[in-house]
């Protein structure tokens, strides 16, 4: 891994061309395994292989891993059930998949009827 502290301005507000990190955190009504496969499934479905995504990982919560305690304060955040991980070349590849026909017509529809909660977590490679 390469890791840098040499952002520019533009690139430290969030506002650089670097490749996109689009995180998706859902917590779902129906935990049953059946449930969460189904999503898994969908996701990799409807949310893999699409222009200028380099990557994309469907991920459900590790549980049990060690934390250090040396900050009171630090913990894992444990209310979700599945994730997906992608990433994408640039903006101009993220913001074509949010409006594609298999996000927005298809994983969406689809998928929400199990959701009580959605997060996502975009940031951007200075």
Do not use: C
Not at 1 to 30: F, P, Q, W
């Amino acid at each position: 891994m390469n890791v840098s502290a040499k952002g520019t301005a533009e690139g430290v507000s969030g506002t650089g061309n670097g490749r996109i990190h689009h995180a998706i955190y859902i917590t779902l009504k129906d935990k049953s395994p059946a449930a969460v496969q189904k999503q898994l499934e969908l996701g990799e479905k409807f949310l893999s292989n699409h222009p200028g995504e380099l990557s994309f990982f469907p991920t459900v919560l590790a549980h049990n891993l060690t934390r250090h305690k040396q900050v009171a304060y630090l913990f894992n955040e444990d209310d979700f059930d599945v994730a997906f991980i992608m990433v994408f070349a640039d903006r101009q590849s993220h913001d074509a998949y949010q409006v594609s026909d298999a996000h927005v017509n298809h994983f969406i529809p689809q998928s929400n009827p199990n959701w009580v909660k959605i997060r996502v977590f975009d940031s951007v490679e200075v």
